[in-house]
């Protein structure tokens, strides 16, 4: 007859967990021991690994200050946190954090296929550029005050993987063996191009990039010639797409 959903926060209060070590005297020995700490909760600081995993949420991706961070955990959680605190929590979860990102930077290293993008990222007030670097198993993500190709050569080294995918933008040219335009970025040019009144050009090179993802999407399932048939058609689509006259400038840069 009905059916419908209702949904409701549950109490957000804390879990505190009262530890309460105690020490003896051997009666044969005369030797002191004392009980070992649990698992998981060590002497130290008393916030667990959630809480300082939330806490780092909220401040380096919800972009919320510490004097709002602090106010926020009391009212929401009723866990009363000095901003001196949060500073120390953020700054432990420095040295795992750098680990887990060198772990992705050398995963990417490995990886036969690169994609890179940068784009803009405000440090300090100042305009900085974050980088993300990606393979299909990792994802590194690196914040430079430059846009440079100095930034992608300390990243490399001398490692060059058999593809890389970007845009057009220089300083991503001559970083694989061969270097594939970023099909997402074509597809914004093209768009961009149609929007501007292109006619000559832009639409059939919008759709036809369009035929490109969607094979893509299925490449697991297709063999091999039939890749290469498809590989050839949209080969020959192209030729006869380039052959057109773009009718505005963003047409032909998109060309």
């Not at 510490?66 to 040295?95: P, Y």
């Not at 992705?104 to 900085?128: F, I, P």
């Not at 198993?137 to 050569?153: K, N």
Request: with cysteine; hydrophobic share 45%.
């Amino acid at each position: 007859f009905h059916a419908y959903d209702h949904i409701e926060l549950p109490p957000l209060r804390p879990v505190i967990t009262r530890v309460q070590r105690n020490r003896e005297v051997c009666t044969n020995s005369r030797r002191g021991f004392s009980a070992p700490s649990p698992t998981g909760m060590p002497p130290g600081s008393p916030f667990g690994p959630d809480l300082v995993a939330l806490i780092l949420h909220l401040h380096a991706t919800q972009a919320i200050g510490f004097d709002r961070l602090a106010q926020l955990l009391e009212e929401v959680f009723a866990i009363r946190i000095s901003e001196g605190a949060i500073a120390n929590m953020l700054a432990r979860t420095k040295a795992p954090l750098t680990m887990a990102a060198d772990t992705a930077a050398a995963e990417v290293r490995r990886s036969k296929v690169v994609a890179s993008d940068e784009t803009s990222a405000r440090v300090n007030g100042k305009n900085w550029w974050q980088w993300v670097l990606l393979s299909s198993t990792a994802v590194h993500h690196l914040i430079a005050d430059s846009r440079g190709a100095a930034v992608l050569d300390s990243f490399l080294g001398e490692i060059r993987p058999e593809v890389w995918v970007a845009d057009r933008y220089a300083a991503q040219a001559g970083r694989g063996n061969e270097r594939q335009l970023c099909l997402a970025h074509l597809l914004g040019d093209a768009q961009y191009a149609i929007d501007s009144g292109d006619t000559g050009f832009a639409p059939g090179f919008h759709k036809l990039l369009r035929r490109a993802v969607g094979i893509g999407r299925r490449r697991p399932e297709l063999k091999d010639a039939t890749l290469l048939q498809y590989r050839a058609d949209l080969d020959r689509r192209l030729d006869r797409l380039l052959a057109a006259a773009p009718t505005t400038h963003a047409g032909r840069k998109a060309a």
